[in-house]
């Protein structure tokens, strides 16, 4: 079982910037793809960002495209997200997942072996 440790969240004000980070706890994993997913009060969980580990190929919901930066770095086994001109809307607490193989397009979260307990991010106006 592949446990999946985000970081990074906090409380920033419109317009600032925030880095999530997402790693595997405890040992090397190779997924096929990586993925942000969020999801805010009384909402349900919607698709941010994803990226294919091993090619690099982003992909991201509409929302976010020009604001927000899936990357992954292949020594740390880490995947980031950079959010850069926040918004109020994009508060929400946002989830690390990882997906072992392809099984179909990275924006449905049935597409996912492992999850992240989530952290928090929050933007005031």
């Known amino acids: 079982q592949v446990q999946l440790v985000e970081s990074g969240g906090g409380l920033v004000q419109a317009g600032g910037s925030l880095r999530l980070s997402c790693a595997p706890s405890g040992r090397t994993f190779n997924p096929y793809k990586m993925g942000w997913f969020r999801q805010a009060p009384e909402k349900e969980r919607e698709f941010v960002a994803a990226i294919m580990w091993r090619v690099g190929g982003t992909y991201y919901t509409d929302s976010v495209k020009g604001r927000f930066t899936i990357s992954r770095d292949l020594a740390k086994n880490t995947v980031y997200l950079q959010m850069n001109s926040l918004r109020p809307e994009d508060t929400a607490r946002y989830y690390c997942?990882?997906?072992?193989?392809?099984?179909?397009?990275?924006?449905?979260?049935?597409?996912?072996?492992?999850w992240g307990q989530g952290t928090q991010v929050t933007v005031s106006s």
């Open positions: 997942a990882a997906g072992r193989a392809d099984y179909g397009p990275g924006w449905y979260e049935r597409n996912y072996d492992y």
